[in-house]
């Protein structure tokens, strides 16, 4: 089994971790940019993170053998700090980065009228940028939050094919398979979602335009909770095949919209060799 | 003792002007911007005179930046974009540009424990600028890190007493560990 997780905050898990997802099957993965439990209050905490996220966190996962990516935005929940509103200003030069295959997480926390303005503002630097988004979808209020998230990327005339909207469940799946943006669920120990709904979901919309991701960060969550899914996936009867779409081709479909996912050495070279970008000039 | 061998070291390109890139698919746009895109217009294909061709034509843009702007670049840059620039150092013309404020640089990398960063670092500027108790923690880092000595361009020229002192030191501590000393240390251990 073969497995990309397509959201994991790695700063926050330990080389243990990373061996043990490297032992399950996990070869790539993408990093977004979120919040760290701790408040930040200035924007060179912001800085310090994305370097970070660019730099020593590839260079550790490489040391396993994973290819690490990563999505740069200022997340909702913060935004909603003025102190931190200047991170807006050096967005533009970490979404030229080679690492970074999407804008995120952006979307809704609170529901304030400051994350409407930052989650639009992002929404434009994405189309600057020819990048796709991953929106995150709020804990409290999911449903409302969920529309209000779908409403606004309509606006923003992004093709809805860009947009992974994610830490979906059974209320909020359907109207986001409607609106053609691919959807993303977050396997939890305890909560979001665990394997066995995350099952029941995929026989009633199908295995495609969906990601199933860990989201493993520094609270309660699980690296190998995508392993897991897998295993219950072909427990409830579906193939290699469907597994290998959801795990793997799936993420590296989505993000491999940005032109910028390096999967060299994995074992996506050869699936996917058009995206490599140690290949030589794309032009 | 001689140092590794030197691909191409005969032409080895001495300033930018040498290294033939084509950076005008670039013009009109800011650096902050285009500089991180390098490798995705150009690619990183051998230019086989010991240059990539994103690294050519990054340095070929610092050859008309200033020198703060080189700094800022060399602050928000990823890996890759570090190492272009440490790279570049060797440069005439780019030595000219950031004058002594290169060792900042150079010293930002040294910190890191990233074993490519460290390697960079160490090339031909590092050799004529870095002052010798920096330059002996350095090499020293390198054996801890498992960074081969024959990518220290001021190696074995800058290996002072001090620093021969300080690897026997080492040496005897990893012996006492009963651990093995790295290979590239014994031409350093035997006076």
């Known amino acids: 089994m073969r497995i990309f997780d397509p959201h994991i905050h790695m700063t926050s898990r330990t080389t243990d971790d990373y061996a043990a997802m490297a032992a399950h099957g996990v070869q790539a993965l993408v990093e977004p940019a979120f919040w760290l439990g701790q408040p930040r209050t200035s924007v060179g905490s912001f800085v310090d993170y994305f370097d970070a996220l660019i730099g020593w966190e590839p260079f550790r996962a ?12 200022l997340n ?7 102190r931190c509103r200047e991170v807006l200003d050096v967005l533009p030069r970490y979404l030229a980065k080679d690492g970074v295959v999407a804008v995120g997480e952006v979307g809704y ?5 400051e994350e409407d303005e930052v989650f639009a503002a992002q929404l434009e630097l994405a189309k600057r940028f020819e990048l796709p988004v991953l929106v995150h979808t709020p804990h409290r209020d999911k449903a409302a939050g969920t ?15 860009r947009v992974v909207v994610d ?12 609106s053609g943006c691919w959807m993303g669920f977050s396997i939890y120990p305890d909560t979001k979602m665990d394997p066995d709904r995350m099952v029941v979901i995929l026989r009633q919309f199908g295995t495609e335009r969906i990601l199933v991701n860990s989201a493993a960060d520094w609270g309660k969550s699980d690296p190998l909770r995508t392993h897991a899914t897998g295993q219950a996936m072909l427990a409830a009867g579906f193939t290699e095949d469907d597994v290998d779409q959801v795990l793997w081709r799936n993420p590296v479909e989505f993000y491999g919209q940005s032109g910028r996912l390096d999967l060299t050495g994995s074992a996506a070279e050869d699936t996917f060799a058009g995206n490599s970008i140690l290949r030589g000039a794309r032009s | 003792m001689t140092r590794g061998p030197q691909p191409g070291a005969a032409r080895r390109p001495a300033t930018t002007a040498a290294l033939g890139a084509d950076v005008s ?3 009109g746009r800011p650096l902050a911007e285009v500089f991180p895109a390098v490798t995705r217009t150009v690619g990183k294909g051998a230019l086989g005179n010991g240059w990539t061709a994103d690294e050519a034509a990054r340095a070929t843009l610092l050859s008309g930046a200033g020198r703060a702007e080189i700094a800022e670049l060399y602050r928000f840059g990823d ?3 570090k190492l272009a620039i440490l790279k570049a150092l060797q440069l005439e013309d780019i030595e000219q540009i950031v004058g002594e404020d290169g060792l900042a640089l150079v010293e930002d990398a040294i910190r890191t424990n990233d074993q490519r960063l460290l390697a960079a670092a160490l090339g031909p500027y590092a050799t004529r600028h870095l002052p010798a108790a920096t330059f002996r923690q350095a090499v020293l880092k390198c054996v801890f890190a498992g960074v081969p000595l024959a990518a220290v361009d001021g190696l074995p020229a ?19 560990a009963g651990r093995s000393v790295p290979e590239d240390l014994q031409p350093y251990l035997e006076r």
């Open chain 1, 62 to 73: 490489s040391q396993f053998g994973i290819r690490h990516h990563c999505t740069i935005a």
């Open chain 1, 76 to 82: 909702p929940k913060e935004a909603n700090d003025p």
């Open chain 1, 109 to 113: 926390d609170s529901m304030t009228a």
């Open chain 1, 147 to 161: 529309t209000r998230t779908l409403d606004v990327v309509r606006e923003s005339g992004l093709p809805a094919g």
């Open chain 1, 167 to 178: 830490h979906l469940n059974e209320v909020t799946v359907k109207e986001v398979a409607d």
């Open chain 2, 25 to 27: 698919a670039f013009a």
């Open chain 2, 79 to 81: 890996t890759a974009e």
């Open chain 2, 158 to 176: 800058r290996a002072d007493d001090e620093l021969k002192r300080m690897m026997a030191d080492f040496a005897a501590e990893r012996r006492a």
